[in-house]
C-alpha cells in the first residue's frame, strides 16, 4: 500500500505542462530520464510538485530507483534541484523581488532581451596550472579571458545540428500568424500546434526549416501559396556532454553545443604535467577526427584545428614525445614541445628569436645520452639542420661585455667621446674627428692608456702639437680601446682664493684672479657699509725657500686708506693670492638707543639716550617728573634679560651633582619665564642726592616703571581668601593675615614674605620660637608659600632612631662614672 503511494506521488510530482514531461515521465519506464535534458521550466515544475504533496526528493528516491531511473540520473537531479535553490534564492528584502536579482541573472536577462537567445548555465570548476608553468603554452589555460566561450551574438548557424534540448523558435507571418517556442525533446521531435510532430534531431537548422516549411504548408494553405512565410530560428542551445582524458582535470564536461575543441581544453585546465600540446586527439564515433597541434594558433594565431564539438566527442590527449629546453637570452625561453622532423630554427621561432643581448654565433646545448651527459655546439650554419632531441638543454648566452672597433678621446678636445677605430688611424686622425683641440689645450703632452695583448695597461705619451702638425714620430699609430687624454692647462693651475671681512656687504672666501686690486674685490662683495672706517688691512702670507728665525712675522701687513663714500682705495692695491683684507669700523658709529617709561609720569614713553651715563633721574626728570597719583615707594626698573647672561650661567658649574636638577631649573626659567630682571629703586634717596647708587646708569631697552599710590594690601598664595585688604596705618602682617581667613593646611606661615611696590621682598625671620614678619606697606603684596612634602618616619625607622638615643644615653653615662 505504501509503494503505491509513493508511485502516485510519483507520478503526480513528475507531470508537466509541456509536451517533452507529459511523454517521458506519464510512462512507467524511466530508464530513458536525462536529466541534462530537462530545462529550468521542468525543474521548477518537479520543485511545485515536491512541496505541493509535502514530499522531499529524498522520500521519492527509492520508487524512482525502483521503475529503472539509475542513481546517477537520480543524483544530478537531486543536484539540480539542490542548484536551483541556491540561484534562485530571495533576498532579504522579500517584497522586492524584481529588484534583487543577481549579477549573473540579470546579465542572462539582459542577453536574452537583445538576442532572443539563451544558453543553460554551465557551472565548471578549474583550478591553475602550476605543474606546467614553464611549459609553452600552458599560460593559455591559466589567462581567464581566453576562455573561448562560444559567442551567442552570432545568427544562427546554417550547419547547426540539432538534438534534445535545444529550442526553435517558430514563426508564420502574412495572411496566418502563429508564434510558439517549440523545444526539441529527447526523441528528437518537435510538436507544433495543428501540424504534429516533426523529426529534427541530426539536422542541420537549414534542413529543419525547410522540413517545418513543408509540414506547415500541408495545413496551412497560405503557407503554400505564398501569402503566409516561415521563419525558424534557435532560441535555445542545449548542452552536450564531452569527455576529457589526460588533462589537468579530466572527467565529463557539460557545454554548449556550440564549443570548440580550445572551449573544452581550457575548461580542462589544458594538458596535464606529461601531456602533449601538439598531438591532442578528437575521437568522433570511435575515431580520430581531428588531430589539434596548439602551437599552430599560439606561433601563427592559426585556428584551424578549434573545430566544434559534438555530444560524447572525446578529447585525448596523450603524453608527449619530446620535450626541450631553452635558456639564457631568448624572448621567450621556457620548454617546448618538438615534433619529429623539426629543427633548431623551428624551436628558435616557437621562442620568439634570439633577444637583443643575445650570442647568435653558437648555441650551446646540453645533451642527455644512454650513460652521461654530453655538451655540443651548434654553430649558426646548423640551425636548420640540427634536429632536437628530448631532453636537450639549449642555453642562449650574451654577447661578450667589450667592442669590436672602439676607441675614446677625451679632455681638452671640443667633441670628447667613444669614436669607431679602423686600422691605421693615428692620434690627428682622431682630434680631428673630436672638432679639434679646445683653446685651453696642453699641446706638450697628451697620453694615451693602451691595452696590451696579456689585458695589462700601458701608457704612451706623445707631443700634442707636433701630432697634429703631422711629425711622424709623435702622431702615434692608434689600437682598438686606446684611451687618448687631452689635458687643459687649467687643470695646472691651483685654485687660488682671497677672503675678506668687517664692514662690507657680503663679506666671505672669493675667488682670486689675475690683477685682482682691492677696489674690484669691494665691488664684487656689494660695497662697503656706512660704518666702514677708511682704514683697511690686508694681511699678506710670506713665501720664502729658507726659514728665515730672524724674522719674527708669520704675515705681511699693509695699512690703507680708502674713501668709505666712493667706495676707492686710496692707490690701485693689487691683490695676491690668499690675501686676508680686514674692513674695519669707524671708532664711534652707533645708532641711539632708547628707554621706556611707564606709569605715574606727566608725559611717558620712549626716550633715547642721549649721553653715555643716563641716569634714572635725569630722565624721570625728562618725562615731567611724577604726577600726584605717584607712588613713590613704587619706582622700579625691568631689564631685560640678555642671552649672553643665560650663556654665562650655562657654562658656570656649580657643582652640585650630574642628578641635581637646580641649575637646569634656573636656566629654563631665564630662557621660558622670566624676560625681565627687577631692579627696584628708593626714589626718595635719588631726590635727596643724584650722586648715590640707588641712581641707577640706564641701558637700551630699559624700562622705567612708577606705580600708581594704590592703599590697597593683596594677600595671596595659601591662605584660605585670596583677597585685597585695605591699607590700614599701624597694623601689623597679622592683621591682613587673618583678614583672609588664615593660611590653609598647606601654608608655610613662617616663609611669609613681602613684596613692595619697587619690587622689593621682605621675608619674615625667626628665632627660635618667635617670628618677625616684615612691615606692610601700601600697594604691597603679601605671599604665603605651600609647605613642602616632608616624608614621615615609619614605625621601624622610629624603633631604629630609639635604639640609636638608647644606646648614645648608655654610652655616655658609662663615660662619666
Known amino acids: 500500500m505504501k509503494n503505491i503511494i509513493f508511485f502516485s506521488l510519483f507520478l503526480v510530482l513528475f507531470q508537466t505542462s509541456t509536451v517533452q514531461a507529459q511523454d517521458l515521465l506519464k510512462s512507467t519506464d524511466l530508464s530513458t530520464l536525462k536529466v541534462d535534458y530537462l530545462s529550468d521550466s521542468d525543474i521548477i515544475k518537479i520543485k511545485t510538485q515536491l512541496q505541493a504533496n509535502n514530499v522531499t526528493i529524498d522520500q521519492a528516491e527509492p520508487m524512482a530507483l525502483s521503475k529503472g531511473m539509475s542513481a546517477g540520473e537520480f543524483s544530478k537531479l537531486k543536484a539540480r534541484l539542490a542548484q536551483f535553490d541556491t540561484k534562485k534564492e530571495p533576498s532579504k528584502e522579500g517584497t522586492k523581488e524584481g529588484l534583487k536579482n543577481s549579477g549573473k541573472d ?21 583550478i591553475k596550472d602550476s605543474l606546467n608553468a614553464l611549459v609553452f603554452g600552458s599560460e593559455l589555460f591559466d589567462n581567464p579571458t581566453l576562455n573561448f566561450e562560444p559567442n551567442l551574438k552570432l545568427a544562427t548557424p546554417v550547419n547547426y545540428i540539432l538534438g534534445p534540448g535545444d529550442e526553435l523558435q517558430v ?29 529534427v534531431s541530426g539536422m542541420s537548422i537549414e534542413a529543419a526549416t525547410q522540413r517545418i516549411k513543408s509540414a506547415f504548408a500541408r495545413v496551412y494553405s497560405t503557407v503554400a501559396s505564398g501569402q503566409s512565410q516561415v521563419s525558424v530560428s534557435l532560441s535555445q542551445i542545449r548542452t552536450i556532454k564531452v569527455t576529457l ?11 554548449s553545443s556550440l564549443a570548440t575543441v580550445y572551449n573544452a581544453l581550457f575548461l580542462g585546465g589544458g594538458p596535464a604535467k606529461n601531456g602533449s600540446y601538439r598531438n591532442i586527439e578528437l575521437l568522433r564515433n570511435n575515431k580520430v577526427y581531428k588531430t589539434v597541434d596548439i602551437y599552430n594558433f599560439l606561433v601563427n594565431g592559426d585556428q584551424s584545428d578549434n573545430v566544434g564539438l559534438k555530444d560524447n566527442d572525446v578529447i585525448r590527449i596523450p603524453a608527449y614525445n619530446q620535450r626541450v629546453t631553452v635558456e639564457g637570452e631568448v624572448k621567450r625561453p621556457g620548454i617546448f614541445e618538438m615534433k619529429k622532423g623539426e629543427s633548431f630554427a623551428d624551436l628558435l621561432r616557437f621562442a620568439s628569436g634570439f633577444n637583443e ?29 640540427y634536429n632536437p632531441v628530448s631532453g636537450d638543454v639549449f642555453n642562449v648566452t650574451k654577447i661578450l661585455n667589450r667592442f669590436e672597433n672602439r676607441i675614446k678621446i677625451e679632455g681638452a678636445v671640443f667633441r670628447p667621446n667613444f669614436y669607431s677605430f679602423a686600422a691605421g688611424m693615428k692620434v690627428s686622425d682622431l682630434i680631428s674627428r673630436a672638432e679639434g683641440l679646445k683653446e685651453d689645450a696642453y699641446s706638450k703632452r697628451g697620453t694615451i692608456i693602451r691595452l696590451k695583448s696579456d689585458l695589462s695597461t700601458e701608457i704612451v705619451n706623445f707631443d700634442v702639437a707636433k701630432a697634429v702638425a703631422g711629425d711622424p714620430t709623435e702622431n702615434i699609430l692608434l689600437k682598438r680601446e686606446d684611451n687618448v687624454t687631452i689635458y687643459s692647462v687649467l ?24 690683477n685682482l686690486t682691492l677696489n674690484d674685490l669691494i665691488v664684487q662683495v656689494g660695497g662697503l657699509t656706512g660704518s666702514a672706517s677708511k682704514r683697511v688691512e690686508v694681511a699678506r702670507m710670506i713665501t720664502s725657500e729658507e726659514i728665515d728665525d730672524a724674522n719674527p712675522l708669520k704675515a705681511q701687513l699693509y695699512s690703507i686708506e680708502i674713501s668709505p663714500t666712493r667706495n676707492e682705495q686710496a692707490k690701485n692695491f693689487i691683490l695676491k693670492p690668499f690675501d686676508v683684507v680686514s674692513i674695519r669700523k669707524m671708532a664711534v658709529y652707533e645708532k641711539p638707543e632708547s628707554i621706556t617709561i611707564i606709569g605715574a609720569v606727566n608725559y611717558p614713553g620712549k626716550y633715547a639716550l642721549v649721553k653715555k651715563k643716563s641716569t634714572v633721574y635725569e630722565l ?23 642671552a649672553k647672561q643665560i650663556e654665562d650661567l650655562e657654562n658656570v658649574n656649580v657643582n652640585l651633582g650630574k642628578k641635581d636638577s637646580i641649575q637646569d631649573k ?8 622670566l624676560k625681565f630682571a627687577t631692579i627696584p629703586l628708593d626714589w626718595q634717596e635719588i631726590v635727596k642726592d643724584q650722586s648715590i647708587s640707588a641712581n641707577v646708569t640706564l641701558f637700551a631697552g630699559d624700562e622705567i616703571e612708577v606705580a600708581t599710590f594704590n592703599e590697597g594690601v593683596k594677600v595671596a598664595g595659601n591662605v584660605l581668601l585670596t583677597s585685597e585688604i585695605p591699607y590700614v596705618k599701624g597694623k601689623a602682617f597679622k592683621y591682613y593675615l587673618n583678614a583672609v581667613g588664615g593660611v590653609d593646611g598647606k601654608g608655610w606661615k613662617r616663609k611669609a614674605y613681602v613684596i613692595y611696590p619697587n619690587g622689593k621682598a621682605s621675608v619674615t625671620n625667626s628665632f627660635l620660637f618667635f617670628n618677625a614678619y616684615p612691615k606692610v606697606k601700601p600697594g604691597s ?15 621601624g625607622e622610629l624603633v631604629g632612631i630609639g635604639s640609636v638615643i638608647s644606646s648614645l644615653a648608655l654610652l655616655i653615662i658609662t663615660a662619666f662614672r
Do not use: M, W
Not at 526523441?187 to 495543428?194: D, N, P, S
Not at 624721570?620 to 640678555?642: C, D, F, H, M
Not at 634656573?666 to 619665564?673: G, T
Not at 603684596?781 to 614605625?795: C, H, R, W, Y
Open 357 to 385: 643581448f643575445a650570442y647568435t654565433a653558437s648555441v650551446n646545448v646540453l645533451q642527455k645520452t644512454a650513460k652521461e651527459f654530453k655538451v655540443r655546439d651548434i654553430k649558426q650554419s646548423e640551425f636548420s639542420t
Open 620 to 642: 624721570i626728570q625728562r618725562a615731567g617728573g611724577l604726577t600726584s597719583l605717584a607712588n613713590i615707594e613704587g619706582v622700579k626698573i625691568k631689564r631685560p634679560i640678555q
Open 491 to 514: 687643470t695646472f693651475r691651483e685654485e687660488f682664493k682671497v677672503t675678506i671681512d668687517g664692514e662690507v656687504r657680503n663679506p666671505g672666501e672669493y675667488d682670486y684672479y689675475d
Open 781 to 795: 603684596q603679601i605671599i604665603v608659600p605651600e609647605k613642602p612634602e616632608v616624608k614621615k618616619a615609619t614605625v
Open 106 to 126: 540579470s546579465e542572462e536577462i539582459n542577453r536574452q532581451k537583445e538576442f532572443g537567445r539563451k544558453q543553460q548555465e554551465i557551472v565548471n570548476l578549474k
Open 666 to 673: 634656573l636656566e629654563k626659567k631665564l630662557k621660558e619665564e
Open 171 to 199: 514563426s508564420v507571418y502574412g495572411v496566418q500568424e502563429f508564434n510558439a517556442s517549440i523545444p526539441v525533446s529527447v526523441e528528437g521531435k518537435v510538436t507544433l500546434q495543428y501540424v504534429g510532430e516533426i523529426s
Open 245 to 255: 582524458i589526460g588533462s589537468r582535470q579530466p572527467g565529463n564536461y557539460s557545454i
